[in-house]
């Protein structure tokens, strides 16, 4: 969403392509309170804020499923469960699910007492007793919200401390309705229709116990969306997207951003200032593009000079190239090569150089050292 709101604000045509309810993982959140400006939210009303703001932009949101991002040479392909999408720049914004436990009997259950989400199913489990797998934030916040339905909520966890941050704990634990079973597994999900019990162990003693319970919500963490392009960007070996610090991939005009990404903090407010930096990276990308090809690629023949700015020699020789431009009266286009890295790559270029290209392909290379020898190419 930030990255629609930007990128409209900088005077990209954005298509937001969107499969279940816009906001994403933010729906499923119960309680914000650490979106700065807004005390207090729920997740879907914040999601809400957000598509808002982004449609008050004029996005255009698709409702589809992405199938796969491919290239075609130069253009990326998005293909959809409504057609192929044609895109100058891409931002990979698909989020992260949560993992499942995978223990025996937790497929099985799932819609018949285990969930993945509080929100969703919490108020199922009215005065019943349920468990919570987990540590993190998810786990104690998402516990502490079940005690609101629930007559008790216990939380399972493999070892003896949370990984939650410091107030999320001390307000679950203030909670008489939570109860935490330390250094303790799930072994099964039992229960002949409906889940009645879990098989816990416990790791430090091996004594195995059963658990009464109606319900299980399980928060052992988050995987990255990335079926879709999975292999097209360098990723980790969890599949987390790799980016820069503008939110470049390994692929040339695909950014990503959000809980996609291969990062320390996975929140709503990192997500929205990835998503924002992603979208000027990708409005300068469409602009350089669009530049480059109006004045390089285009034009039926071209002479240009490509040097590197950072460099003073280079630097000084394209003063001296536009000089003799208005000299000559004739329309030398100058290319930074050190901002324009990508376009040196492809056409193959050593800075400095002049070069000329006709319908697009390089066709002589004259790399320059003097004042003299811009003369020369350019005579
Ligand atoms: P998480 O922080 O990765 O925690 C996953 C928990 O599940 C850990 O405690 C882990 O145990 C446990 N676990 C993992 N695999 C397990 C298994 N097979 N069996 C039993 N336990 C297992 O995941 P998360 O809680 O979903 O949070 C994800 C990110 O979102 C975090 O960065 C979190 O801070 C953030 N978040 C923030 C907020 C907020 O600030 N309001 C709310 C929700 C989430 P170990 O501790 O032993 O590894």
Redesign the pocket.
Known sequence: MSAAIYGRRAGLDVLLLEKGATGGQINI?DE???WPGVQHATGPELGDMLRDHALKFKTEIRFCDVKKVELRGDAKVIITDKGDIEAEAVILATGAY??R??CPGEDSHIGQGVSYCATCDGAFFEDLEVAV??????????GAYLTKFATKVYI????DE????RA?IERAMSNPKIVPIWNS??ESIEGNGPVDHLVLKNVKTNEVSNLEVSGVFV????SPHDECFKGLVKSSKAGWVIVNEHMETSVEGIFAAGDVLDK????VITAAADGAIAAMSASAYVDEQIHLRSTLLEPESVTAFFYSSPDATQSHLSNEVEKLSKEKGKKIPIVDGYKNSRIVEKLKIELPSVVEIKKGAVSKVTKVVTEADIAKALS
């Open positions: 959140t914000i309170e650490n949560f993992r436990l995978g797998i987990g540590g993190g934030n998810t786990a104690v916040e998402e399972i966890h493999r070892r949370f990984r939650a941050d999320a597994v799930v928060f052992v963490g988050q320390h903090l996975r929140q």
